[in-house]
């Protein structure tokens, strides 16, 4: 019941462990969640009664501080300690996410959300994550080529249209 059958060219049949409960081995995202979960990048959403993906859940801008730290430094990756400020207002040092939230800022990958804030229950629109993603990728100085107009729907002076295309 916990595996998917795998059929490759040439018809040999193989399985393959089925992590969650939640995601289908017909889903074509389940290959990059299966990836992230075996890599440590992620855990799930929950693990009672069954281990739990959760795919149709927003992700917030605190787990991203997660995922992209292990992402970069593996699953194995702890953030120093917080001491005695996040750096940001609306992050208490006694958050279980302000040290992963405290590092990505100390690398550069991000400055928060304005006004001294991180927003970390707030939920990472596709425009931040690419920002967030670049920028764990090729370091804080990153910056990417000038948008040209590749989506209909990202105008070439929105704010992220560069980083959003980068992407592409």
């Known amino acids: 019941p916990n595996t998917t059958p795998i059929v490759p060219p040439g018809g040999n049949l193989k399985f393959q462990v089925k992590t969650f409960s939640d995601v289908g081995g017909n889903s074509s995202f389940w290959p990059y969640i299966e990836g992230i979960y075996f890599a440590g990048i992620t855990g799930g959403c929950a693990t009672s009664p069954d281990l739990l993906y959760c795919p ?7 787990e991203m501080a997660v995922f992209l730290l292990r992402a970069e430094h593996t699953a194995a990756y702890v953030p120093p300690a917080v001491g005695a400020s996040t750096g940001f207002a609306d992050v208490p040092t006694s958050s ?3 040290p ?23 939920p990472v629109t596709r425009a931040q994550m690419s920002v967030f993603l670049l920028r764990t990728h090729d370091g804080s100085a990153y910056v ?12 070439t002076s929105y704010w992220a249209a560069a980083w959003i295309e980068e992407l592409n």
């Open 56 to 62: 149709t859940n927003n992700v917030t801008r605190a």
């Open 96 to 98: 279980v996410y302000a």
């Open 100 to 122: 992963w939230i405290k590092q990505l800022a100390a690398e550069g990958v991000t400055s928060g959300c304005g006004g001294g804030n991180y927003c970390p229950n707030d």
């Open 144 to 155: 990417p080529p000038a948008a040209t107009g590749v989506f209909s729907d990202v105008s």
